[in-house]
Protein backbone atom coordinates (compact mmCIF):
# COMPACT_ATOMS: atom_id res chain seq x y z
CA UNK A 1 0.00 0.00 0.00
CA UNK A 2 1.59 3.07 -1.10
CA UNK A 3 -0.03 5.26 1.17
CA UNK A 4 -3.60 5.50 3.52
CA UNK A 5 -5.32 7.13 5.80
CA UNK A 6 -7.43 5.01 8.60
CA UNK A 7 -10.11 6.28 11.03
CA UNK A 8 -8.90 9.95 10.36
CA UNK A 9 -11.24 12.75 12.35
CA UNK A 10 -10.72 16.38 12.62
CA UNK A 11 -13.45 19.26 14.26
CA UNK A 12 -13.13 22.35 14.12
CA UNK A 13 -14.91 23.44 17.56
CA UNK A 14 -18.31 21.45 17.66
CA UNK A 15 -18.46 21.32 14.03
CA UNK A 16 -17.32 17.40 12.55
CA UNK A 17 -15.25 18.10 9.23
CA UNK A 18 -13.83 14.37 8.97
CA UNK A 19 -15.44 11.72 11.00
CA UNK A 20 -13.49 8.44 10.29
CA UNK A 21 -12.44 8.37 7.06
CA UNK A 22 -10.65 5.58 5.49
CA UNK A 23 -8.80 5.61 2.42
CA UNK A 24 -6.24 3.73 0.61
CA UNK A 25 -4.42 4.62 -2.36
CA UNK A 26 -2.12 1.30 -4.18
CA UNK A 27 1.42 1.99 -5.82
CA UNK A 28 0.43 3.06 -9.95
CA UNK A 29 -3.07 3.99 -8.86
CA UNK A 30 -4.79 6.84 -9.91
CA UNK A 31 -7.61 7.26 -6.73
CA UNK A 32 -10.45 9.78 -7.58
CA UNK A 33 -11.62 11.61 -4.35
CA UNK A 34 -15.26 13.06 -4.59
CA UNK A 35 -17.63 15.20 -2.85
CA UNK A 36 -19.43 18.23 -2.54
CA UNK A 37 -18.27 21.30 -1.18
CA UNK A 38 -17.98 21.36 2.23
CA UNK A 39 -17.65 17.64 2.08
CA UNK A 40 -14.07 17.36 3.61
CA UNK A 41 -12.19 16.99 0.72
CA UNK A 42 -9.93 19.87 1.42
CA UNK A 43 -9.39 19.24 4.81
CA UNK A 44 -8.41 15.58 4.36
CA UNK A 45 -5.58 16.61 1.92
CA UNK A 46 -4.50 19.22 4.47
CA UNK A 47 -3.93 16.79 6.77
CA UNK A 48 -1.75 14.84 4.31
CA UNK A 49 0.71 17.76 3.79
CA UNK A 50 0.63 18.73 6.99
CA UNK A 51 -1.18 21.89 7.10
CA UNK A 52 -3.77 20.92 9.34
CA UNK A 53 -3.63 18.41 12.29
CA UNK A 54 -6.13 15.44 12.82
CA UNK A 55 -7.62 14.92 15.81
CA UNK A 56 -7.41 11.09 15.88
CA UNK A 57 -6.57 8.38 13.42
CA UNK A 58 -3.27 7.62 11.56
CA UNK A 59 -1.72 8.12 8.16
CA UNK A 60 0.76 5.92 6.49
CA UNK A 61 3.36 6.69 3.69
CA UNK A 62 4.79 3.56 2.82
CA UNK A 63 5.60 1.51 5.75
CA UNK A 64 5.72 4.73 8.09
CA UNK A 65 3.23 5.83 10.66
CA UNK A 66 1.93 8.85 11.59
CA UNK A 67 -0.48 10.32 13.87
CA UNK A 68 0.35 13.60 12.43
CA UNK A 69 2.18 15.16 9.89
CA UNK A 70 3.65 18.96 10.08
CA UNK A 71 4.76 20.14 6.73
CA UNK A 72 8.47 19.66 6.81
CA UNK A 73 7.71 15.98 7.45
CA UNK A 74 5.03 15.79 4.76
CA UNK A 75 7.30 17.02 2.43
CA UNK A 76 10.31 14.47 3.73
CA UNK A 77 7.87 11.54 3.18
CA UNK A 78 7.42 12.39 0.30
CA UNK A 79 4.14 14.49 -0.29
CA UNK A 80 3.20 16.86 -2.50
CA UNK A 81 0.47 18.83 -3.09
CA UNK A 82 -1.15 20.87 -5.96
CA UNK A 83 -3.50 23.39 -4.06
CA UNK A 84 -6.59 24.67 -6.31
CA UNK A 85 -5.58 28.30 -4.92
CA UNK A 86 -1.78 28.54 -6.76
CA UNK A 87 0.87 29.33 -4.28
CA UNK A 88 3.15 30.55 -7.17
CA UNK A 89 5.73 34.19 -6.40
CA UNK A 90 4.45 35.84 -9.50
CA UNK A 91 8.17 38.29 -9.52
CA UNK A 92 10.47 35.04 -10.10
CA UNK A 93 10.58 32.60 -13.14
CA UNK A 94 8.65 29.35 -14.03
CA UNK A 95 12.54 27.87 -13.64
CA UNK A 96 12.72 30.01 -10.20
CA UNK A 97 9.64 28.85 -9.12
CA UNK A 98 9.88 25.03 -10.12
CA UNK A 99 12.69 24.48 -7.70
CA UNK A 100 11.85 27.37 -4.82
CA UNK A 101 13.36 25.96 -1.62
CA UNK A 102 14.87 23.25 -3.34
CA UNK A 103 17.74 24.80 -5.80
CA UNK A 104 20.36 22.40 -6.98
CA UNK A 105 23.54 23.77 -6.11
CA UNK A 106 27.32 23.41 -6.16
CA UNK A 107 28.57 24.67 -2.96
CA UNK A 108 27.09 28.24 -2.18
CA UNK A 109 26.00 28.23 -5.72
CA UNK A 110 22.64 28.23 -7.68
CA UNK A 111 23.01 25.71 -11.05
CA UNK A 112 20.83 28.08 -12.93
CA UNK A 113 21.58 26.64 -16.19
CA UNK A 114 20.60 22.92 -15.31
CA UNK A 115 17.28 24.37 -13.47
CA UNK A 116 15.83 26.38 -16.62
CA UNK A 117 16.79 22.63 -18.75
CA UNK A 118 15.05 20.41 -16.68
CA UNK A 119 12.15 23.18 -16.51
CA UNK A 120 11.87 23.50 -19.82
CA UNK A 121 11.90 19.83 -20.41
CA UNK A 122 9.08 19.12 -18.07
CA UNK A 123 7.34 21.81 -19.33
CA UNK A 124 7.53 20.58 -22.39
CA UNK A 125 6.22 16.91 -21.48
CA UNK A 126 3.36 19.13 -20.39
CA UNK A 127 2.75 20.77 -23.79
CA UNK A 128 3.16 23.75 -22.20
CA UNK A 129 5.33 26.72 -23.87
CA UNK A 130 6.37 29.41 -22.05
CA UNK A 131 9.41 31.70 -21.67
CA UNK A 132 11.42 29.70 -18.36
CA UNK A 133 13.07 33.32 -17.90
CA UNK A 134 10.39 35.78 -17.63
CA UNK A 135 8.45 36.69 -14.45
CA UNK A 136 5.03 35.13 -14.19
CA UNK A 137 3.50 38.75 -13.82
CA UNK A 138 1.70 38.01 -17.00
CA UNK A 139 1.09 34.68 -17.72
CA UNK A 140 -2.63 33.13 -17.76
CA UNK A 141 -4.23 30.68 -15.24
CA UNK A 142 -3.96 27.67 -17.61
CA UNK A 143 0.02 28.40 -17.23
CA UNK A 144 0.49 29.13 -13.83
CA UNK A 145 -1.98 25.69 -13.06
CA UNK A 146 0.77 23.58 -15.36
CA UNK A 147 3.44 25.50 -14.04
CA UNK A 148 2.20 24.01 -10.06
CA UNK A 149 1.91 20.85 -11.64
CA UNK A 150 5.60 20.63 -13.01
CA UNK A 151 6.47 22.17 -9.43
CA UNK A 152 5.54 19.26 -7.43
CA UNK A 153 6.32 16.77 -10.20
CA UNK A 154 10.09 17.99 -9.60
CA UNK A 155 10.21 17.08 -6.20
CA UNK A 156 10.01 13.52 -7.09
CA UNK A 157 7.48 12.65 -5.37
CA UNK A 158 6.15 9.32 -3.21
CA UNK A 159 2.76 10.33 -3.23
CA UNK A 160 1.18 13.29 -5.20
CA UNK A 161 -2.26 15.33 -4.52
CA UNK A 162 -4.07 17.06 -7.26
CA UNK A 163 -6.76 19.26 -6.46
CA UNK A 164 -8.85 20.23 -9.58
CA UNK A 165 -5.65 20.54 -11.39
CA UNK A 166 -7.45 20.55 -14.70
CA UNK A 167 -9.83 23.80 -13.31
CA UNK A 168 -8.13 26.39 -15.49
CA UNK A 169 -6.74 24.05 -18.28
CA UNK A 170 -7.69 23.65 -22.05
CA UNK A 171 -8.72 20.58 -23.45
CA UNK A 172 -5.41 20.35 -24.96
CA UNK A 173 -3.14 21.06 -21.89
CA UNK A 174 -5.81 18.46 -20.00
CA UNK A 175 -5.07 16.13 -22.43
CA UNK A 176 -1.24 16.20 -21.66
CA UNK A 177 -1.87 16.33 -17.95
CA UNK A 178 -4.02 12.74 -18.77
CA UNK A 179 -0.91 11.70 -20.82
CA UNK A 180 1.32 12.61 -18.66
CA UNK A 181 -0.54 11.02 -15.16
CA UNK A 182 -1.09 7.68 -17.04
CA UNK A 183 3.28 7.66 -17.71
CA UNK A 184 3.31 8.04 -13.85
CA UNK A 185 1.39 5.36 -13.44
CA UNK A 186 3.86 3.18 -15.26
CA UNK A 187 6.39 4.50 -12.77
CA UNK A 188 4.11 3.56 -9.58
CA UNK A 189 3.38 6.82 -8.23
CA UNK A 190 0.16 7.45 -6.70
CA UNK A 191 -1.93 9.87 -7.44
CA UNK A 192 -4.96 11.11 -5.23
CA UNK A 193 -6.99 13.33 -7.62
CA UNK A 194 -9.68 15.58 -6.57
CA UNK A 195 -12.08 16.59 -9.59
CA UNK A 196 -15.51 17.64 -9.73
CA UNK A 197 -15.53 16.79 -13.26
CA UNK A 198 -16.69 13.35 -14.04
CA UNK A 199 -15.90 12.67 -16.87
CA UNK A 200 -12.16 12.92 -15.73
CA UNK A 201 -12.81 10.05 -13.13
CA UNK A 202 -14.22 8.08 -15.60
CA UNK A 203 -11.16 8.41 -18.27
CA UNK A 204 -8.86 8.26 -15.80
CA UNK A 205 -9.18 6.97 -12.30
CA UNK A 206 -8.52 3.52 -11.19
CA UNK A 207 -10.43 3.95 -8.14
CA UNK A 208 -13.05 6.46 -6.47
CA UNK A 209 -13.74 7.20 -2.81
CA UNK A 210 -16.43 9.77 -2.08
CA UNK A 211 -16.44 12.13 1.31
CA UNK A 212 -20.33 13.28 2.09
CA UNK A 213 -20.79 15.49 5.68
CA UNK A 214 -17.48 14.06 6.63
CA UNK A 215 -17.92 10.36 5.96
CA UNK A 216 -16.54 7.88 3.19
CA UNK A 217 -19.93 6.96 1.66
CA UNK A 218 -18.63 5.07 -1.05
CA UNK A 219 -15.26 3.57 -2.04
CA UNK A 220 -15.12 1.05 -5.34
CA UNK A 221 -13.28 0.05 -8.41
CA UNK A 222 -14.62 2.91 -11.26
CA UNK A 223 -15.29 0.45 -13.80
CA UNK A 224 -17.96 -1.07 -11.52
CA UNK A 225 -19.84 1.99 -10.91
CA UNK A 226 -22.21 4.07 -13.09
CA UNK A 227 -22.59 7.89 -13.36
CA UNK A 228 -26.04 8.18 -11.52
CA UNK A 229 -24.56 6.19 -8.84
CA UNK A 230 -22.00 8.57 -8.09
CA UNK A 231 -23.56 11.75 -8.44
CA UNK A 232 -26.28 9.99 -5.88
CA UNK A 233 -23.52 9.56 -3.64
CA UNK A 234 -21.57 12.91 -3.67
CA UNK A 235 -25.03 14.80 -3.08
CA UNK A 236 -27.18 11.96 -1.51
CA UNK A 237 -29.58 12.18 -3.80
CA UNK A 238 -30.08 11.86 -7.73
CA UNK A 239 -29.98 15.53 -9.82
CA UNK A 240 -32.23 15.69 -12.25
CA UNK A 241 -30.92 17.10 -15.78
CA UNK A 242 -31.94 20.19 -17.45
CA UNK A 243 -34.32 19.14 -20.12
CA UNK A 244 -34.52 20.99 -23.08
CA UNK A 245 -38.19 21.48 -23.02
CA UNK A 246 -37.27 23.46 -20.23
CA UNK A 247 -35.27 26.23 -21.78
CA UNK A 248 -36.15 29.19 -23.72
CA UNK A 249 -35.74 28.38 -26.73
CA UNK A 250 -34.65 31.96 -27.82
CA UNK A 251 -37.65 33.72 -29.63
CA UNK A 252 -36.07 37.14 -30.99
CA UNK A 253 -39.57 38.31 -31.52
CA UNK A 254 -39.41 41.65 -30.07
CA UNK A 255 -35.46 42.24 -30.92
CA UNK A 256 -32.54 41.71 -28.51
CA UNK A 257 -31.47 42.99 -25.32
CA UNK A 258 -28.39 44.03 -26.50
CA UNK A 259 -26.64 43.94 -29.61
CA UNK A 260 -23.08 43.73 -29.56
CA UNK A 261 -21.63 45.41 -33.28
CA UNK A 262 -17.90 44.73 -34.55
CA UNK A 263 -16.25 44.38 -31.07
CA UNK A 264 -12.11 45.26 -30.98
CA UNK A 265 -10.15 44.96 -28.02
CA UNK A 266 -6.53 43.66 -27.67
CA UNK A 267 -6.61 40.01 -28.65
CA UNK A 268 -10.54 40.35 -29.86
CA UNK A 269 -12.62 41.28 -32.67
CA UNK A 270 -14.21 42.21 -34.86
CA UNK A 271 -17.21 40.56 -33.17
CA UNK A 272 -20.88 41.31 -33.51
CA UNK A 273 -23.75 39.21 -31.94
CA UNK A 274 -27.12 39.63 -30.32
CA UNK A 275 -28.64 38.58 -26.81
CA UNK A 276 -32.34 37.79 -26.76
CA UNK A 277 -34.49 38.92 -24.27
CA UNK A 278 -34.73 35.55 -21.53
CA UNK A 279 -31.95 33.40 -22.59
CA UNK A 280 -29.24 32.35 -21.13
CA UNK A 281 -26.48 32.18 -24.05
CA UNK A 282 -23.40 30.60 -23.74
CA UNK A 283 -19.61 31.58 -24.92
CA UNK A 284 -17.36 28.53 -25.88
CA UNK A 285 -13.84 28.41 -26.60
CA UNK A 286 -10.54 27.06 -25.84
CA UNK A 287 -8.04 28.77 -23.53
CA UNK A 288 -6.71 31.64 -25.66
CA UNK A 289 -9.73 32.12 -27.66
CA UNK A 290 -10.59 35.64 -25.70
CA UNK A 291 -13.44 34.10 -23.81
CA UNK A 292 -12.79 36.23 -20.45
CA UNK A 293 -11.45 38.77 -22.90
CA UNK A 294 -15.17 39.71 -24.32
CA UNK A 295 -16.72 39.70 -21.54
CA UNK A 296 -14.33 42.21 -19.88
CA UNK A 297 -14.25 44.23 -22.87
CA UNK A 298 -18.69 44.26 -23.03
CA UNK A 299 -18.04 45.74 -18.73
CA UNK A 300 -15.78 48.06 -19.34
CA UNK A 301 -13.01 46.26 -17.52
CA UNK A 302 -10.26 46.08 -20.49
CA UNK A 303 -10.18 49.06 -23.21
CA UNK A 304 -12.13 48.67 -26.28
CA UNK A 305 -10.54 49.53 -29.43
CA UNK A 306 -13.84 49.87 -32.03
CA UNK A 307 -17.04 48.68 -31.87
CA UNK A 308 -20.31 49.60 -30.02
CA UNK A 309 -22.65 47.97 -27.41
CA UNK A 310 -26.72 48.39 -27.48
CA UNK A 311 -28.81 47.78 -24.52
CA UNK A 312 -32.01 49.54 -25.75
CA UNK A 313 -30.76 52.94 -25.00
CA UNK A 314 -28.67 53.73 -28.39
CA UNK A 315 -25.06 52.48 -28.68
CA UNK A 316 -22.19 53.23 -26.24
CA UNK A 317 -18.82 51.97 -25.66
CA UNK A 318 -18.37 51.86 -21.87
CA UNK A 319 -15.19 53.12 -20.87
CA UNK A 320 -14.99 51.74 -17.16
CA UNK A 321 -17.41 49.18 -15.14
CA UNK A 322 -19.15 51.71 -13.57
CA UNK A 323 -20.15 52.93 -16.85
CA UNK A 324 -20.91 49.04 -17.68
CA UNK A 325 -23.29 48.96 -14.79
CA UNK A 326 -24.94 52.32 -15.45
CA UNK A 327 -26.18 50.46 -18.91
CA UNK A 328 -27.22 47.45 -17.14
CA UNK A 329 -24.52 45.12 -17.23
CA UNK A 330 -22.81 43.25 -14.63
CA UNK A 331 -19.53 41.21 -14.47
CA UNK A 332 -18.53 37.87 -12.23
CA UNK A 333 -15.26 36.94 -12.70
CA UNK A 334 -13.82 33.59 -12.42
CA UNK A 335 -11.82 34.13 -10.11
CA UNK A 336 -14.14 34.90 -7.43
CA UNK A 337 -11.38 35.14 -4.22
CA UNK A 338 -9.28 37.76 -6.18
CA UNK A 339 -12.16 39.66 -8.19
CA UNK A 340 -15.81 38.84 -7.04
CA UNK A 341 -15.82 38.63 -3.80
CA UNK A 342 -14.85 40.18 -0.14
CA UNK A 343 -13.65 37.69 1.72
CA UNK A 344 -12.95 39.41 5.23
CA UNK A 345 -16.46 40.21 4.81
CA UNK A 346 -19.97 38.89 6.29
CA UNK A 347 -22.12 36.94 3.73
CA UNK A 348 -25.06 39.62 3.98
CA UNK A 349 -21.95 42.21 2.94
CA UNK A 350 -21.37 39.94 0.24
CA UNK A 351 -24.41 39.10 -1.02
CA UNK A 352 -25.72 42.74 -0.84
CA UNK A 353 -23.21 44.63 -1.80
CA UNK A 354 -24.93 45.47 -5.02
CA UNK A 355 -27.97 46.54 -3.33
CA UNK A 356 -27.22 48.84 -0.36
CA UNK A 357 -28.57 52.10 -2.63
CA UNK A 358 -31.78 50.59 -2.56
CA UNK A 359 -31.97 49.24 1.08
CA UNK A 360 -30.68 52.48 2.67
CA UNK A 361 -32.39 55.32 4.36
CA UNK A 362 -30.10 58.16 3.28
CA UNK A 363 -26.64 57.15 4.58
CA UNK A 364 -28.09 54.68 6.93
CA UNK A 365 -28.60 50.50 6.83
CA UNK A 366 -31.75 49.40 7.29
CA UNK A 367 -30.70 46.55 8.70
CA UNK A 368 -34.11 44.78 9.43
CA UNK A 369 -34.56 45.55 5.62
CA UNK A 370 -31.40 43.90 4.83
CA UNK A 371 -31.83 40.89 6.95
CA UNK A 372 -34.86 40.30 5.07
CA UNK A 373 -33.13 40.39 1.76
CA UNK A 374 -30.77 38.20 2.58
CA UNK A 375 -32.96 35.47 3.88
CA UNK A 376 -34.85 35.34 0.80
CA UNK A 377 -31.78 35.66 -2.04
CA UNK A 378 -30.36 32.62 0.55
CA UNK A 379 -33.48 30.81 0.48
CA UNK A 380 -33.66 30.74 -3.31
CA UNK A 381 -29.89 29.73 -3.69
CA UNK A 382 -29.98 27.15 -0.88
CA UNK A 383 -27.42 28.70 0.98
CA UNK A 384 -25.54 26.77 3.30
CA UNK A 385 -25.13 27.69 5.95
CA UNK A 386 -27.73 30.84 6.00
CA UNK A 387 -25.81 33.15 8.40
CA UNK A 388 -25.93 36.56 7.41
CA UNK A 389 -23.13 36.95 10.09
CA UNK A 390 -20.26 34.39 8.65
CA UNK A 391 -16.96 35.92 7.51
CA UNK A 392 -17.45 34.66 3.31
CA UNK A 393 -13.76 33.11 3.16
CA UNK A 394 -15.38 30.23 6.06
CA UNK A 395 -18.04 29.02 3.28
CA UNK A 396 -16.99 26.28 0.69
CA UNK A 397 -16.61 26.57 -2.19
CA UNK A 398 -19.95 25.85 -4.32
CA UNK A 399 -21.58 28.78 -1.08
CA UNK A 400 -19.29 31.21 -1.75
CA UNK A 401 -19.75 30.86 -5.41
CA UNK A 402 -23.25 31.01 -4.39
CA UNK A 403 -22.90 34.78 -2.93
CA UNK A 404 -21.47 36.13 -5.94
CA UNK A 405 -23.76 35.86 -8.32
CA UNK A 406 -26.65 35.93 -5.97
CA UNK A 407 -25.38 39.94 -5.68
CA UNK A 408 -26.36 40.13 -9.07
CA UNK A 409 -29.63 37.41 -9.25
CA UNK A 410 -31.46 38.10 -6.28
CA UNK A 411 -30.64 41.86 -5.21
CA UNK A 412 -29.59 43.60 -7.79
CA UNK A 413 -32.43 45.45 -9.59
CA UNK A 414 -30.29 47.63 -12.46
CA UNK A 415 -28.84 44.63 -13.99
CA UNK A 416 -29.97 43.75 -17.38
CA UNK A 417 -27.57 41.79 -18.51
CA UNK A 418 -24.91 39.32 -16.73
CA UNK A 419 -22.07 38.28 -17.44
CA UNK A 420 -20.47 35.86 -16.07
CA UNK A 421 -16.98 33.83 -16.17
CA UNK A 422 -16.99 30.42 -15.53
CA UNK A 423 -20.13 30.56 -12.91
CA UNK A 424 -19.30 26.79 -11.65
CA UNK A 425 -15.54 26.29 -12.15
CA UNK A 426 -14.34 24.74 -8.88
CA UNK A 427 -18.05 23.86 -7.79
CA UNK A 428 -19.52 20.18 -7.30
CA UNK A 429 -22.32 18.68 -9.14
CA UNK A 430 -25.34 19.85 -6.43
CA UNK A 431 -24.35 23.27 -6.04
CA UNK A 432 -23.80 23.07 -9.88
CA UNK A 433 -27.53 22.18 -10.79
CA UNK A 434 -28.50 24.77 -8.10
CA UNK A 435 -26.56 27.38 -9.87
CA UNK A 436 -28.23 26.14 -13.53
CA UNK A 437 -31.91 26.82 -11.68
CA UNK A 438 -30.82 29.87 -10.36
CA UNK A 439 -29.92 30.67 -13.81
CA UNK A 440 -33.11 29.33 -15.56
CA UNK A 441 -35.26 31.68 -12.54
CA UNK A 442 -33.41 35.01 -13.58
CA UNK A 443 -34.26 34.96 -17.02
CA UNK A 444 -37.63 33.21 -16.92
CA UNK A 445 -39.39 36.67 -16.90
CA UNK A 446 -37.90 37.49 -20.12
CA UNK A 447 -36.44 40.77 -19.21
CA UNK A 448 -33.00 39.79 -18.38
CA UNK A 449 -30.10 37.69 -19.78
CA UNK A 450 -27.02 35.93 -19.22
CA UNK A 451 -23.68 35.56 -20.75
CA UNK A 452 -21.94 32.90 -19.51
CA UNK A 453 -18.15 31.44 -20.55
CA UNK A 454 -17.93 27.73 -19.91
CA UNK A 455 -14.90 25.40 -21.04
CA UNK A 456 -16.91 22.36 -20.51
CA UNK A 457 -19.57 21.64 -24.03
CA UNK A 458 -21.54 19.56 -21.11
CA UNK A 459 -22.27 22.56 -19.21
CA UNK A 460 -23.23 24.36 -22.10
CA UNK A 461 -25.40 21.64 -23.51
CA UNK A 462 -27.49 21.77 -20.13
CA UNK A 463 -27.83 25.52 -19.81
CA UNK A 464 -27.61 27.31 -22.70
CA UNK A 465 -30.45 28.59 -24.98
CA UNK A 466 -27.71 29.27 -27.88
CA UNK A 467 -23.91 29.22 -27.62
CA UNK A 468 -21.00 31.83 -29.43
CA UNK A 469 -17.95 29.86 -29.86
CA UNK A 470 -14.93 32.08 -30.15
CA UNK A 471 -11.37 30.81 -31.97
CA UNK A 472 -8.28 32.92 -31.74
CA UNK A 473 -10.31 36.15 -30.54
CA UNK A 474 -13.05 35.70 -33.45
CA UNK A 475 -16.35 34.87 -33.28
CA UNK A 476 -16.68 31.50 -35.74
CA UNK A 477 -20.04 30.10 -35.31
CA UNK A 478 -23.62 30.32 -33.26
CA UNK A 479 -25.07 26.73 -32.40
CA UNK A 480 -28.90 26.90 -31.55
CA UNK A 481 -30.04 24.83 -28.37
CA UNK A 482 -31.25 21.63 -29.98
CA UNK A 483 -27.45 21.23 -31.92
CA UNK A 484 -25.00 22.17 -29.15
CA UNK A 485 -22.94 19.08 -28.92
CA UNK A 486 -19.61 18.26 -27.51
CA UNK A 487 -18.58 17.68 -31.43
CA UNK A 488 -19.97 20.51 -32.93
CA UNK A 489 -19.00 23.06 -30.17
CA UNK A 490 -14.97 21.46 -30.20
CA UNK A 491 -15.10 21.31 -34.05
CA UNK A 492 -15.91 25.47 -34.40
CA UNK A 493 -13.16 26.03 -31.60
CA UNK A 494 -10.82 24.38 -33.50
CA UNK A 495 -12.25 26.31 -36.71
CA UNK A 496 -12.80 23.51 -38.61
CA UNK A 497 -15.55 24.14 -41.25
CA UNK A 498 -17.35 21.09 -41.84
CA UNK A 499 -19.23 21.16 -38.89
CA UNK A 500 -21.77 23.23 -37.35
CA UNK A 501 -23.08 26.68 -38.63
CA UNK A 502 -19.74 29.05 -39.61
CA UNK A 503 -20.58 32.97 -39.83
CA UNK A 504 -18.82 34.73 -42.94
Not at 452 to 476: N, W, Y
Request: a neutral charge; glycine letters at 10%.
Amino acid sequence: MAFAVEGLFKSYGAAAVLRGVDLAVEDGEIHALLGANGAGKSTLIKCLSGAETPDAGRIRIGDANFPSLNPREAREAGVAVVYQELSLALSLTAADNIFLGREKRIGPFVRKSAQRRIAVDMLQDLGVQIDVDSDLGSVGNAELQSIEIVKALASNPKVLILDEPTAALSEREANRLADRLKQLKKLKLPVLYVTHRLSEVFALADRVTILRGGLAVLSGRVADLSHEEIVAAIVGRSVDRLRPDERNLGSDGNGPLMAVRDLVANGIGPISFDVRPGEVLGVFGLVGSGRTELLESLFGARDVLGGTIDLGKGAVRPKSPSEAYSCGLALVPSDRLRKSMFPSLTAADNLLASSFGHVAQGCVRRRTREQSLFGDAAANLNLQPRRPDLEARRFSGGNQQKLVLGRWLNSAKDCRVLLLDEPTQGVDVGARSEIYAALRAAVAAGDRAVVATSSEPEELMQIADRVIVLSHGRLVGVLDSRDITEKRLLALAHAVEDEGKLLS
